[in-house]
């Protein structure tokens, strides 16, 4: 079966950039991926495999000098006819492109590097809002974001958690979201906290976005966003745990609220020393076609403290997609000047643990970090 071919044809297929290691060559590798994950088995053709289903529907290879070698990187072309973008979306797309391989023992290493395809040709329509529409209703402008995070994360209770809320936004946040731990808890339902913090922000008319958690299973999402619509919520949280579909699920609903996307575990899945992997710059990228607004993309010099290469690729992923990148783990007023020196103005600094240690308290804590921003 010849499915090597010159160039890219980005016409009928969407391209994927991998980096294999494999016990033969990579060519052998390649077509085991290509072909196992488009039209058949790896290694035994069938009857029912015509020359017509191979050029419509099998994966292409594009051609390269490393074919002979056990490692190296090699681009793989996937119909578009293979995925109803519609109905299948995203968890289609990534079964595609991170699925079988992964059982095919001559494979020892598959990772997921770049993903090239045309949006035109998918239903992704990004973000509502993104960086523009998040600056046009903070009216903060060439300037970094200031995002508040609730702390504690659980325990709190909703009168609690809306006096905290004062306190943030008395201290100056544009920001405000909930620790990806406070899902539904008794002690602080997501129905009464959204209509009490929901009121209060309608009603004093604050320029501020506040996402809810509403980390749930498929089946529970849009009940929850309901609750946050309802209660005029501005904004929803939502941990990659959930899904990435779940948030094209809520950018498809179109309600007027901003959609935060949430790292916390990613690297179970994009860890470098992991055999199999999807580079986290993927994952940004995808986080964009769903169409959130903000992504927690990582930090840098705080208890976390990504490689500096890889977290200004993975910020100009999402710039590029519209999305506000936001950095936390660790960040204080210290690190604000420096790393806008680093990346520029188009990010959100996110605080949670040195605000609300603050000895003046929740309030000071902000206007400390409030003050670092502006002065910049």
Known sequence: M????????????????????????????????????????PNARSVWETTEMIDDYCAKILK????????????????????????????QLLCILMGGQMDIDNITKCQLLEIDLDV?????????????????????????????IIKPKTGITPQQLLEMTKELIDGGVDFIKEDEILGNPS???????????????????????????????????????????????????????SGLGTYKT???????????????????LTYKEHAFRIDWSVL??????????TAH??????????????IKKAISVLRNENVVPALSCGMNPDLVAPITEKIGVDWMANVGGFIHSDPGGTQAGALKMRKAIDAL
């Not at 529970?220 to 946050?228: D, E, R, S």
């Not at 940004?284 to 607004?293: E, H, N």
């Not at 993309?297 to 890889?310: F, Q, R, S, T």
């Open 250 to 268: 809520l950018r498809d609903a179109n309600h007027n609220v901003f959609i935060h996307y949430q790292k916390s575990g990613d690297k179970v």
């Open 187 to 241: 002690i602080c339902p997501l129905d009464e906290r959204a209509e009490l913090i929901g009121d209060y922000l309608y009603k004093t008319g604050q320029r501020v976005v506040y996402c809810f958690c509403i980390n749930a299973d498929a089946h529970f999402i849009q009940n929850k966003l309901w609750t946050v619509t309802s209660a005029c919520g501005y904004g929803v949280h939502l941990n990659f745990w």
């Open 64 to 91: 390269s000098h490393n074919f002979s070698e056990k490692s190296g990187e090699v681009w793989i072309g996937f119909p578009y006819a293979i995925i109803d973008w519609f109905s299948d979306g995203v968890s």
């Open 120 to 148: 035109k040709k998918t239903n992704f329509v990004g973000p509502k809002f993104g960086i523009s529409g998040m600056r046009d209703w903070t009216k903060v402008y060439n300037k970094p974001l200031f995002g508040g």
């Open 2 to 41: 010849d499915i090597v071919i010159d160039t890219k044809d980005k016409e009928k297929y969407f391209w994927a950039r991998y980096y294999l290691e494999c016990k033969d060559n990579i060519l052998n590798a390649a077509k085991e991926l290509a072909i196992g994950q488009s039209i058949g088995n």
């Open 297 to 310: 993309v990582g930090m840098i010099g705080g208890y976390l403290n990504d490689d500096e290469e890889d």
């Open 284 to 293: 940004c990228y995808l986080a964009g076609l769903c169409g959130v607004d």
